[in-house]
Structure formats: structure tokens, C-alpha cells
């Protein structure tokens, strides 16, 4: 009996709790890395939506990546920016998109709205919207 006692009391000093720093290192570890896969994902989104697009900007360019920009930036002041994110970059894309379109027709036939006023767009040859 007193070989298994001497035996118990020997295996209860040698399990020592993990100090409260490795835990939080450990935490802190799983954080970063739940955080770079969510980076991930929307670099992901973000390349596949712009390569969708890209077609459609001729010289604009810039003007996709400001609006694929301006939607990630609006997503990270959310909660769960990975899930927002490619629907609003879709989305702004798409209205960027509309508006290269639009301009596009514009100044391809010259047809300018009723409201516009022609004499002030041609002497800044630009069509007012």
C-alpha cells in the first residue's frame, strides 16, 4: 500500500497545469491565424472579382480597384468582413461598370441627356451627369 501511495503522490507533481502564458500564447497564435485566413479569403474574392471585371475597364482601370478598395473597406468595419465583402465588390463593380458604360455612350454618340446642358460640356469636353 505504501509503494502505490508513494507512486500516486510522484505522477501528481510531475502534471504541472500549463502556465497562463502559454495558454495566452497558444490563444494569441489561433487568433492570428483565424485572421490570416479571413485576409485570405477576401484577397481571394478580390482577385477573382477584379479578373471578372477587368474586361469591362479599358482605360479605367483604377476606377475597379477603388471600388473593389472602397468595398473591403467598408467590410472590415463589419463583423464578419469575409462574408460581406464579395457581394459589395460585386456590387460596386457592377455600378462602376454601369457608369464606364454610360460615359462610354456618351461620348461615343454624343447624346447627352435632356437636362444637360451642351453648350457648358462641350466647352469642358466632358458630358455633365
Known amino acids: 500500500m505504501d509503494n502505490y501511495l508513494e507512486r500516486k ?3 501528481n507533481t510531475n502534471l504541472n497545469p500549463p502556465s497562463t502564458q502559454a495558454v495566452q500564447l497558444n490563444s494569441v497564435r489561433h487568433i492570428l491565424s483565424l485572421c490570416r ?3 485570405a479569403q477576401i484577397e481571394n474574392a478580390k482577385q477573382a472579382i477584379v ?3 477587368r474586361d469591362r475597364f479599358q482605360e479605367d482601370k483604377h476606377l ?3 471600388a473593389v478598395n472602397e468595398a473591403e473597406a467598408l467590410a472590415w468595419q463589419t463583423e464578419y468582413p ?3 465583402f464579395p457581394a459589395l465588390a460585386v456590387e460596386k463593380a457592377q455600378a462602376v461598370a454601369n457608369w ?3 460615359q462610354w455612350f456618351f461620348r461615343r454618340t454624343n ?3 435632356a ?3 451642351r453648350s457648358i460640356a462641350t466647352e469642358v469636353n466632358q458630358p455633365i451627369i
Open 115 to 117: 437636362w444637360a446642358d
Open 51 to 53: 479578373s471578372e471585371f
Open 82 to 84: 469575409h462574408l460581406l
Open 111 to 113: 447624346h447627352w441627356p
Open 9 to 11: 503522490s510522484t505522477m
Open 64 to 66: 475597379l480597384e477603388l
Open 37 to 39: 485566413k479571413v485576409v
Open 100 to 102: 464606364h458604360r454610360r
